[in-house]
């Protein structure tokens, strides 16, 4: 089956094709960091306005390059949730003409149900059961997960996503937008002990995040300096970076134990972070567990999450706007996961 995905949920236009018989894909994605760049942040009336230009062009390449014709798409996978309402509506929008036009099923598919499955298109792909870490900039959550369409929720961010306190610490130290990657790279540069901040519920017995003090504890750091110079800054920046994986680390070793279990997967935008990487791969060694990730390429938002998470709702028949029928996609801005079959912890 060849599945069209299409990601349009914030600010990268994502498109891609998969054969689930060969496990052949091929994407492309617009990023539109320069759009927003100037505005510290995501305008959402600039995004839905960019993705109306990018989908088609973008449908167009993939095909070329996949040497197929739109005739030869099985099927349509669209993101309907969640995320910006206007951004979600174009992809919905052209993604449900298009399955109306040629005749083909089409699927509404929750974003992070696509992060985390993510990793299934990575060589070696993880087997069920793991544990899940979903890390990106409006989600951090722990989820047990038994197989596709089966997912316990263990732990969320009561506050602020992991991905969004490094944006504000990118903020508050000059870096601009977007700040994750900014702020790792300066953090390289940093001496390590010479900035300690606190790591939020790190010693809990929950399985939750919380990183909204320390966003407060970087504000406070650079208001605090008497000399903001760039070692300064770095030392920040290393002080932010390693609590924050100090946190991310403990939480997912504590999930592994509480299931049982010694395969992690870790995905979501956040999931490119090499410090988090090299840390989650050295602990996870010197307790007996695996790490998975996605492919470098589809850490971020991207079509081809989306056509395997819309594959695989197809194969169970959840969600799907018959072929011949006005697919009739409800766009969802707030999605809780526990709507497509994550059951709540305790």
Known sequence: MKVLGIETSCDETGVALFNSATREIVHAVHSQIDLHRDYG????????????????????????RAHARRSDIDAIAVTAGPGLI??????????????????????????????????????????????????SGGHTQLLQVERIGSYRLLGETLDDAAGEAFDKAAQLLGLG??????????????????????????????LDFSFSGLKTAVRNAVRQATN????????????????????????????????GSTRLVVSGGVSANSQL?????????????????????LCTDNGAMIALAGWAALERG???????????????????????????SG
């Open 86 to 135: 206007g951004a979600l509506l174009v992809g919905c929008s052209i993604g449900s003409a298009l399955g109306y036009a040629l005749g083909r099923p089409v699927v509404g598919v929750h974003h992070m149900e696509g992060h985390l499955l993510s990793p299934l298109l990575a060589e070696p792909a993880p087997q069920f059961p793991f544990v899940a870490l979903l890390v």
């Open 41 to 64: 942040g995501v305008v959402p009336e600039l995004a839905s306005r960019d993705h109306i230009r990018r989908v088609l062009p973008l449908v167009e390449d993939v095909l070329a």
């Open 177 to 206: 937008y977007p700040g994750g990657p900014a702020v790792s790279r300066l953090a390289q540069f940093g001496t390590h002990g010479a900035v300690t901040l606190p790591r939020p519920l790190l010693h809990s017995d929950s």
């Open 228 to 259: 903001l110079c760039d070692q300064v800054r770095a030392d920040i920046a290393l002080g932010f970076v390693e609590a924050a994986v100090d946190v991310l680390t403990a939480k997912s070793l504590k999930a592994l134990r509480q299931c």
């Open 277 to 297: 990487r090299e840390r989650l791969l050295t602990e996870a060694e010197r307790v007996g567990a695996e790490v998975f990730f996605p492919p470098p390429a």
């Open 318 to 344: 959840v969600g799907v706007a018959a072929a011949g029928q006005v697919p009739a996609i409800e766009v969802r801005p707030r999605w809780p996961l526990e709507s497509i079959g994550v059951a709540a």
